[in-house]
């Protein structure tokens, strides 16, 4: 509960209607895409500007109120759950598209800018943007740049860090600084802007952002390749990148994903082969050709009973719009879907397949496997449910050991999702004391009071470590 | 205003009624939220997503939140249009969520006097019975012929109703003559080859403000080869008691059109109202539980087709031959004909045959106009914002004649076009009036 004197200090600061504790809103916020974190803060806020920001901040931390800045609520690692109440805050009022500057090739936006708008504004004027998160039609920039969001596209282009280049951060006291700017160079003192990104909302507020912008490709080309085998499908992508070829989008789905994406989106997907790799290159039409063909050669060699090209843009767009609900998808299945994003070296990959099998039957758990294969960024996802406690349990072990394994193959516990409330009881198993203690130090200089979504990324007690024998 | 006691019943239903397993399977990606009309009108607001909603019905249910009036006005302002559904990875069955959620707040609560009149009015007395809705549309008929209408615009008499409803009064159709309701065979025979005995459905207001629609779309069957049966006995499909908490009402109406039905031995049941359509073909949803009629209902579900689906799919646009004076054309699809009875494709073939339209597709012609039943009565602000925006994007088009497939959304466009006074110039029509006039006979 905020105490009668905070509230009216922030009702002062935003105005009434855009201040609510009500039930009804509080509860509406107390969630994100999240399975199993639910907590209710202590009132919602939409401030205007980033003049309210700050007053915001300075409140909060003058009383020592958590603050959790929140996109749309469609990331996976519990980051925008109010695990500690407080306030929640929205930048429903901040969305807005600033600029397109087509000399610097660059954009400024408002945190609260929805993604696909970006993306589509920025094409009309024959630029791009590539990072492409499934939820884009969904989701903020401000929260991609929070949790540093990949996508399909990851893989020839990077996540979100590669294309902001500027910040305006309101700092947990209460001071606006601006960082990077519209600059190909900078390196004037410590890169603070990639410091912020990806930080999870821990470390400052971002209130606007400038990005880099890149010509738009020539030609995108997209083709299916389909096999009955699991492991040649990973082979294969180990053998693309070592054959240094670097698609644009090399995605893996396995079998029980194929089927609940189909059942969804009706796209004549193939439901009978054990797995397709959903590849696409774009460029210029004469690199695209021989890439697509040499790719296509590989994919053969190593056992892909077919290989299909997509005829029209419309048929590409819409097998990657049917990679995009994987996630969702499964929860056809069973109600509960909890995924993860360990992340190993590319040549790894078709390792960490066999593992991720091996530690489903290990405990008895049923396990889907889909994700950006050429990244070495797989989303095994543990089909479940919630109210069957003995089996969350084992799900949990499950999870432990495939962290352990991606770590053992000089991997990490995500790639792309965050850290957030539910991965940060393992954080240390990757980054060790010593990193963690360096980690603690940033966030003690930022946010000694610890105002700024408190409980995510540091966990109150790091998990065991189990042994695994592999 | 809900009592505490009140209140401690409608969460105890909640926690026993409401479905666990669908509260569940939304695993909350936010999918739906680009998608939801009243969540873009409201600036994003969260409680007024599906997403939102779900939550909150979960949380009642869970016992974390009373049922407050915030909850219920989440509930009362969706639409229920159910587009969160086919773009739900998940395959949330959202509006059935809705329905019952709504259900068990309506029975518990004690509605204020006028409030329960009218509804007791409306949902037990006029749509269940259509000598009486005959009889309400002749008032009407008499209130448009007899001067009094005139009169009553003359006078500005219809200033004293909310801005909205004065509207509304000047965009309703022409409505038929009594004796023209009431005297119609019930068997048509097909012209030409006859190739399926179909059953027509004709929905209570259909079948008297918009019975011009209704012949058209008799003879559009016709001329596609259908032998025709109006069964005598059918009565409204019930979704106006299913969309307002009124369950047992909606149930009633169910059994009657089923025994109406089954009793003709016909290969499809064929509507021109998608919001009709989408409460008949979930009437295996409504009954499940009662095992006599579940698989009744089933078996009726299977047999419901759009008038537009029908023709198509016995290629009545390749055997007649359709033209019209040069003209553009734009769709506004019906919510719940393409999120619920899955047709959006047939309706635009069908226009798109005609020889001299100009089709235009509409910007989000897949978005709620803001009818929904009497949604822009009872919720006038938000379904007056969706209008605005819908007639937005329908003034870019261009468009002289607006098609719609269902009497709400025609009226609700009517509404639309007479709030932009662009009544010189633009049209909406139901799409069976448009393909009579187009058959070139």
């Known amino acids: ?295 296509a050669d590989i994919c053969l060699e190593e056992k892909a009973v077919s290989v299909e090209i997509a005829e029209t843009e419309s048929a590409a767009v819409a097998l990657k719009t049917a990679r995009r609900t994987a996630l969702s998808a499964l929860a056809r299945l069973k109600p509960t879907t909890i995924l993860e994003d360990a992340t ?116 109150k007690e790091t998990r065991k470590r189990v042994v695994v024998s592999s | 205003m809900t009592t505490v006691q009140e209140r401690e019943t409608i969460a105890m239903q909640f926690a026993e009624k409401m479905n666990e397993d669908e509260l569940l399977n939304c695993m909350r990606c936010g999918f739906c939220l680009p998608h939801c009309p009243t969540y873009i009108e409201s600036g994003l607001k969260e409680s007024h997503s599906p997403r939102g909603r779900i939550a909150l019905m979960k949380a009642v249910a869970d016992g974390v939140i009373e049922p407050d009036e915030d909850v219920e006005r989440s509930l ?60 309400m549309t002749s008032l009407l008929g008499f209130y448009q012929r007899s001067g009094l209408q005139y009169m009553a615009r003359k006078t500005g008499v219809l200033n004293l109703l909310p801005d909205n409803l004065a509207t509304m009064e000047k965009v309703l159709p022409k409505v038929p003559k009594k004796s023209e309701m009431k005297n119609r065979p019930t068997d048509l025979p097909a012209i030409g080859t006859p190739l399926k005995k179909v059953a027509f459905f004709s929905g209570c207001l259909m079948d008297t403000m918009f019975l011009e629609t209704n012949k058209a779309t008799l003879k559009l069957l016709q001329l596609a080869g259908c032998a025709i049966v109006i069964p005598k006995s059918q009565a409204c499909c019930g979704a106006l008691h299913g969309h307002s908490g009124e369950k047992a009402g909606a149930k009633q109406l169910a059994k009657r059109n089923i025994e109406a039905f089954e009793a003709e031995d016909v290969d499809y049941i064929i509507t021109n109202a998608g919001g009709c359509g989408a409460f008949l073909i979930d009437y295996d949803h409504l009954l499940q539980g009662e095992r006599e009629w579940h698989d009744r209902a089933i078996a009726f579900k299977n047999k419901m087709k759009d008038i537009s689906q029908i023709l198509v799919d016995l290629r009545f646009q390749e055997k007649v031959r359709l033209k019209l004076p040069a003209q553009s054309v734009t769709f506004q699809d019906s919510c719940h004909l393409r999120n619920v009875m899955n047709t959006s494709l047939a309706p635009r073939i069908l226009l798109q045959s005609i020889e001299g339209i100009d089709f235009r597709e509409m910007k989000d012609a897949d978005r709620c106009c ?67 006039k187009a058959v070139a006979l």
């Open chain 1, 1 to 295: 509960m905020l105490t009668k004197q905070v509230k009216q200090l922030l009702l002062t600061i935003v105005g009434q209607g855009n201040y609510d504790d009500s039930k009804v809103e509080c509860l509406v916020y107390s969630y994100d895409a999240t399975p199993g974190f639910q907590a209710m803060p202590d009132a919602v806020i939409k401030p205007g500007c980033t003049a309210e920001v700050a007053a915001i901040v300075k409140v909060c931390n003058e009383y020592n109120v958590p603050i959790v800045p929140r996109g749309s609520g469609t990331n996976l690692s519990g980051g925008t759950c109010p695990t500690e109440g407080g306030l929640v805050l929205l930048f429903n009022r901040m969305n807005s598209l600033l600029e397109i500057d087509e000399e610097n090739l660059t954009a400024t936006v408002q945190p609260g800018l929805i993604t696909l708008d970006l993306i589509s504004a920025v094409e009309e004027k024959g630029v791009f943007y590539p990072p492409d998160p499934s939820s884009m039609k969904i989701s903020t920039i401000g929260g991609n740049i929070n949790e540093n969001s990949g996508g399909l596209r990851g893989l020839k282009y990077g996540v979100t860090r590669d294309y902001v280049i500027g910040l305006e951060v309101v700092l947990p006291n209460g001071d606006i600084i601006r960082t990077g700017g519209k600059l190909a160079k900078d390196v004037a003192g410590y890169d603070l802007t990639k410091l912020f990104v990806g930080s999870e909302g821990t470390l400052g507020i971002v209130t606007e952002a400038t990005l880099k912008l890149i010509p738009m490709p020539e030609t995108t080309k997209t083709m299916l390749a389909l096999y009955q085998d699991l492991d040649a499908a990973a082979q294969s992508v180990a053998k693309i990148i070592s054959n240094k070829i670097i698609p644009v989008t090399l995605e893996f789905l396995d079998r029980p994903t194929l089927i609940v994406v189909e059942d969804f989106a009706k796209i004549g997907m193939p439901t009978n082969v054990e797995a397709v790799l959903l590849i696409e290159q774009d460029g210029p039409p004469e690199v695209v050709e021989r890439d697509m063909k040499r790719m």
């Open chain 1, 344 to 459: 190993v070296p590319r040549s790894e990959i078709a390792k960490m397949v066999r593992a991720i099998n091996e530690i489903a039957d290990k405990h008895n758990v049923d396990i889907c496997t889909f994700g950006h294969a050429g990244d070495g960024n797989l989303h095994p996802t543990c089909i479940t449910d919630a109210r069957d406690h003995e089996e969350m349990e084992r799900v949990e072990l499950a999870f432990a050991d495939i962290f352990a394994v991606a770590i053992e193959l000089g991997g990490t516990i995500t790639g792309e999702h965050g850290v957030g409330a539910m991965k940060a009881p393992y954080l240390e198993w990757k980054l060790k004391k010593e990193g963690m203690d360096a980690m603690r130090a940033i966030k003690q200089a930022f946010d000694p009071n610890n105002i700024m979504n408190p409980g995510k990324v540091f966990a």
């Open chain 2, 76 to 135: 009362s302002l969706c639409l229920g249009c159910r587009a969160c559904e086919p773009v739900c990875p998940s395959g949330v069955k959202y509006g059935h969520l809705l329905e019952e959620a709504r259900d068990i707040i309506h029975q518990n609560k004690k509605h204020s006097y006028p409030v329960r009149t009218i509804r007791k009015a409306v949902f037990s007395g006029l749509f269940p019975h259509q000598e009486r809705m005959q009889a």
């Open chain 2, 370 to 436: 803001g009818s929904a039943g009497i949604y822009n009565i009872v919720e006038s602000e938000m379904s007056m914002n969706i209008l605005d925006s819908k007639m937005e994007h329908t003034k870019s088009t261009q468009a002289d004649i607006v098609v719609t497939a269902n009497p709400g959304c025609l009226l609700q466009m009517q509404l639309g076009i007479e709030r932009e006074n662009l009544g010189e110039c633009t049209k909406a029509v139901h799409i069976a009036d448009l393909l009579i």
